[in-house]
T-cell receptor, first 115, second 118 residues
């Protein structure tokens, strides 16, 4: 069975500062995808960033980057130059490559951005 | 614009009543999914479908039913057998289908439906 753990239910960051959200996971598979999804107050989930497990290079999307530590089964999200629009619930998710089953989600981290 | 439409956005139901949540997508995606979201528990998979006229149970299928008669549509019925139906329900889709189709991994979500049982 796959599990995804987000140990920080809430985080806050000052506008323009950097914040890191933690995620650990457990899977017996060697090939899988990891994702960070964002759910703003409007409730519509959107993809923030994706990492393929076979790639050693950490994924980056503008101000968002990940620190993927495969051996430690850790997948943290770093948000640089935080903006008010970054305030949302962030979910870490794990998917086995080629699996008929879909993503396993963590319980989420509520991020508050302080002006 | 392409996307996923869920309706209704808010729904109230009396105990003992069945209710159906609609999910329509015009993204030409093969696979569709229903998730339930409760505070502090993230998203849990209810049902998914990778092709028309076929669907599989997810982790919490008891008390729910679905159909997939058209590629674009994947309605979810919350039956009276569901013990604690009050929740936020999210429908999603992606390009992943059966073997041979492209796997992107990215899910596209609707805006959700909030069901409250009175």
């Amino acid at each position: 069975a796959q599990t995804v753990t987000q140990s920080q239910p809430e985080m806050s960051v000052q506008e323009a500062e950097t914040v890191t959200l933690s995620c650990t996971y457990d899977t017996s598979e060697s090939d899988y995808y990891l994702f960070w999804y964002k759910q703003p107050p409007s409730r519509q989930m959107i993809l923030v960033i994706r990492q393929e497990a076979y790639k050693q290079q950490n994924a980056t999307e503008n101000r968002f980057s990940v620190n993927f530590q495969k051996a430690a089964k850790s997948f943290s999200l770093k948000i640089s130059d935080s903006q008010l629009g970054d305030a949302a619930m962030y979910f870490c998710a794990l998917e086995r490559t080629g699996s008929a089953r879909q993503l396993t989600f963590g319980s989420g981290t509520q991020l508050t951005v302080l002006p | 614009d392409g996307g996923i439409t869920q309706s209704p956005k808010y729904l109230f139901r009396k105990e003992g009543q069945n209710v159906t949540l609609s999910c329509e997508q015009n993204l030409n995606h093969d696979a569709m999914y229903w998730y339930r979201q409760d505070p502090g528990q993230g998203l849990r998979l209810i049902y998914y479908s990778q092709i028309v006229n076929d669907f599989q149970k997810g982790d919490i299928a008891e008390g729910y039913s679905v159909s997939r008669e058209k590629k674009e549509s994947f309605p979810l019925t919350v039956t009276s057998a569901q013990k604690n139906p009050t929740a936020f329900y999210l429908c999603a889709s992606n390009k992943k289908g059966l073997a041979g189709s492209i796997t992107t991994g990215e899910l596209f979500f609707g805006e959700g439906s909030r069901l409250t049982v009175l």
